[in-house]
């Protein structure tokens, strides 16, 4: 257990200096883990390797886009051919239709679909145009719920909010989040009782359908059915985030998952194999009311992209292929199964929910339903788990609040060696726990 992040730390110094905080998006801060961010300059396969020639099996994934491993060669040959001949056009390209048909065939939602740039324009565009379409300004989103960083939706948000203790962002105008209401995920009364107190006010309902945001938390039985049901008698939309889920919790989502239509999705991660895309899409109708078809203005300059969309086509066409989704549950269930008994054998109070190939080993006992019981886990051990994988070559999550992304390139072998890693960490933690202020603090100093 020797790996020296020397490298890393320099960088991430130098960084510092000219980032805030020394990095581009905070959720890759390791703040919450009381160090610094490890430094990468390769991926390949299932594997990341840092500035000082450390190399890591991958749990993150680039938090959740690299669902075939890093660097697939096909995805790889496609982005370089579409390199020969533009990077950029500010004009149609046929790539864009071939990205969106593939969608719009993919996921029963689904007739028309918008490119972005990143999931959080998704989001926000989602929202825009379900205003527009409604003529209403109230919105429902959930506590712990992560939809990028749209003023409307930084409220008790998940994710690195979470993580850095800033869920509700400051800079975020008090009279625009009046009309958020924020509801406690997987509380079927409370959402009755909302459209009871708001009948026709509520504009859309947007959440993570399975919350990759607060960890992995899944939705209880009755809850997406019920608020289909509410969002319909209402007149409201339904919008799902499948930012993390689209394409991963099976090829149309999670609702195709779950059997559940909703009248909006934003995508995000996979569509764009790596590459920086979002998008968002539903109903015809809805969607007709998009600039320059209807009067909700949306844009951007890089949307669309060709690079990107070539990247975005190559991986979900690779996705396509038969058994990819038993593929990833099969590895997912090993290693959920694997982290559950190493924590039992360990008898460190654990609990590990799994949908598909996310999952989240949380230091809490009980089952995580809302974003109330994941902050009761014990974030202190998770830190010192953290580092102690980290040291045995597992990249994990950097916060308790973040989901594991399993991928195709992942083996039986490597994901035997990572339970194994974890047994270790957390009989060393077990043993630590005995006799407190034994052992040196994991993290790098
Ligand atoms: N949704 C991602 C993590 N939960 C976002 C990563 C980031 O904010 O950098």
Not at 139 to 163: E, N, P
Not at 204 to 226: D, I, K, Q, Y
Not at 261 to 285: E, L, Q, S, W
């Amino acid at each position: 257990m020797t790996m020296s992040w020397k490298n890393s730390r320099i960088e991430f110094e130098r960084a510092s200096r000219v980032i805030p905080g020394g990095v581009n998006s905070p959720a890759r801060a390791f703040r919450a883990v009381h160090g610094h961010p490890i430094v990468m300059q390769k991926a390949e396969g299932p594997f990341l390797y840092d500035v000082d020639g450390n190399r890591y099996i991958d749990y993150i994934g680039s938090w959740g886009p690299m669902i075939l491993g890093h660097r697939h060669p096909k995805v790889v040959s496609a982005v370089k051919s579409e390199l020969d001949r533009a990077m950029s056009y500010g004009a149609p390209s046929p790539l864009e239709a071939d990205l969106a048909e593939r969608v719009v065939a993919a996921v029963p939602s689904v007739d028309q679909v918008r490119m972005t740039s990143s999931g959080t324009e998704a989001a926000m565009s989602a929202l825009r145009v379900a205003r527009g379409y409604t003529g209403r300004d109230f919105i429902i989103k959930f506590a712990g719920c992560y939809h990028g960083h749209v003023d409307s939706l930084l409220v008790q948000a998940g994710s690195g909010a979470m993580t850095l203790g800033t869920p509700t962002s400051p800079g975020v105008p008090a009279d625009l989040v009046k009309q958020t209401l924020v509801l406690r995920y997987n509380d079927i009364d409370q959402l009755h009782d909302t459209f009871r107190q708001r009948p026709g006010q509520i504009a859309a309902v947007m959440l993570e359908p399975v919350v990759g945001n607060m960890g992995l938390v899944a939705p209880v039985s009755g809850f997406l059915e019920t608020l289909r049901k509410l969002t319909r008698d209402d007149g409201a939309l339904l919008i799902f985030d499948e930012v993390m889920t689209g394409f991963r919790l099976a090829y149309g989502g999670a609702q195709e998952r779950f059997g559940i239509i909703p009248d909006m999705t934003a995508f995000g991660k996979i569509i764009g194999g790596g590459m920086p895309v979002g998008a968002y899409g539903g109903r015809a109708d809805v969607m007709a009311k998009v600039s320059p078809a209807g009067p909700v203005y949306q844009a951007g300059t890089l949307s669309g992209n060709p690079l990107a969309m070539a990247s975005g086509i190559a991986t979900l066409d690779l996705l396509r292929v038969p058994g990819v989704y038993d593929r990833l549950e099969f590895l997912a269930d090993r290693l959920a199964r694997g982290l559950e008994k190493a924590a039992q054998d360990a008898g460190i109070p654990h609990t590990v929910p799994r949908v598909g190939s996310m999952l989240t080993l949380f230091f809490h006992p009980e089952p995580v339903l809302n974003v109330d019981i994941a902050s009761q886990a014990d974030t202190e051990r998770f830190a010192r788990f953290f580092w102690k994988m980290m040291s045995r070559g597992i990249y994990w999550p950097c916060s308790q609040f973040e989901a594991l992304f399993v991928s195709l390139a992942h083996t039986e072998e490597l994901i035997d060696e990572t339970i194994a890693a974890a047994r270790e960490s957390l009989c060393e933690i077990a043993h630590e726990e005995m006799s407190p202020g034994s052992a040196p603090a994991p993290w790098p100093t």
